[in-house]
């Protein structure tokens, strides 16, 4: 099903690391919407978020770094905020 939204070309520019430090449901909730665009040889691929949840770090008990349990797959939820933590379920 295609969408009745068409997307302007500011729509493709990447968000500035600022719209990610903020605080976390806000974010959260500001995401949706937006495109996720991933350039490729073959071509260009682009989604949009429906859906976002947000969890508050190592405080957060349903959180995957809860108690700061580092791990490899878990180290990005440590660093530098707006990079992907693609959790499969």
């Not at 605080?23 to 073959?42: E, F, M, N, S, Y």
């Amino acid at each position: 099903m295609r969408s009745t939204k068409s997307a302007a070309r500011s729509d493709f520019e990447p968000l500035p690391r600022s719209f990610y430090a903020r605080p976390v449901v806000r974010v959260a909730r500001d995401v949706i919407g937006k495109l996720l665009v991933h350039h490729t040889a073959a071509g260009t691929l682009v989604g949009r978020i429906v859906e976002a949840e947000a969890y508050r770090g190592p405080e957060d008990r349903a959180a995957h770094s809860f108690g700061g349990r580092r791990t490899e797959r878990t180290e990005v939820r440590f660093g530098e905020r707006g990079l992907a933590y693609v959790c499969f379920v």
